[in-house]
Structures are given as structure tokens and as C-alpha cells.
């Protein structure tokens, strides 16, 4: 059963740091691509990071470059989204998913979500 659990959501006021986690398992971790996505109340899902499979090498939108930083290790299946100088306009359900290379996120596997709430 492949399952991707995404933790370390929680409150921090504006200016703060959190650091998420995506525990996997049931598939091959070290050939997927792994990215980070976000979902606002009313709004459509977001890419807010990714991570490549073969050569680690990593893709930010505008609005998480220099704030959000993703990582992974294939040894433990897990991957992780940093963000530090948290925004209001960060607070969103965070979810994690893996995309075989040549595919689409929409074919890929998704976990659950973890609530941001960046508080003002």
C-alpha cells in the first residue's frame, strides 16, 4: 500500500519557521520526483517546491524562492519543505506528492494534508 503522510503543520505568527515532513512508503521513493504543494481555503492547488529523483535538483514558484527549501533523503523515503519567513498568505492545507519521472502530479501519489496557519 503506497502512503505518503505529510506532519509539522501548525500556527506561527508572521516571520516564523516551520519544517514539514513526508514519511513514505510502498513504492520507490528514490525514483520519484517529490513535490510540495499548497491549497488555500477557495483557491486552486499551488506548487510550492519540487525535487527531482536523479539529480536532487530543486524548482521554487516566485513566491517560495528564497523563503521555502525542499530536501530529501532516499534512505529513509522521506522528504521535508523548510519554510521560514512565514506569510499570512502561506496559510493553507500542505500536501506532498511523488511523480515518476515523465509523468503527471494529477497520475502521481498524494498523502494527506497538513494545516499552515501563518498568523498576523
Known amino acids: 500500500e503506497v502512503q505518503l503522510q505529510a506532519s509539522g503543520g501548525g500556527l506561527v505568527q508572521t516571520g516564523g519557521s516551520l519544517r514539514l515532513s513526508c514519511a513514505t512508503s510502498?513504492?520507490?521513493?528514490?525514483?520519484?520526483?517529490i513535490g510540495w504543494f499548497h491549497q488555500a481555503p477557495g483557491k486552486e492547488r499551488e506548487e510550492v517546491a519540487c525535487i527531482a529523483s536523479s539529480d536532487a535538483k530543486t524548482y521554487y514558484p516566485a513566491s517560495a524562492k528564497g523563503r521555502f527549501t525542499i530536501s530529501r533523503d532516499d534512505a529513509k523515503n522521506t522528504a521535508w519543505l523548510q519554510m521560514n519567513n512565514l506569510k499570512p498568505e502561506d496559510t493553507a492545507v500542505y500536501y506532498c506528492?511523488?511523480?515518476?519521472?515523465?509523468?503527471?502530479?494529477?497520475?502521481?501519489?498524494w498523502g494527506q494534508g497538513t494545516l499552515v496557519t501563518v498568523s498576523s
Open positions: 510502498g513504492f520507490a521513493f528514490d525514483d520519484y520526483a
Open positions: 506528492a511523488a511523480q515518476m519521472s515523465g509523468s503527471s502530479w494529477s497520475a502521481g501519489y
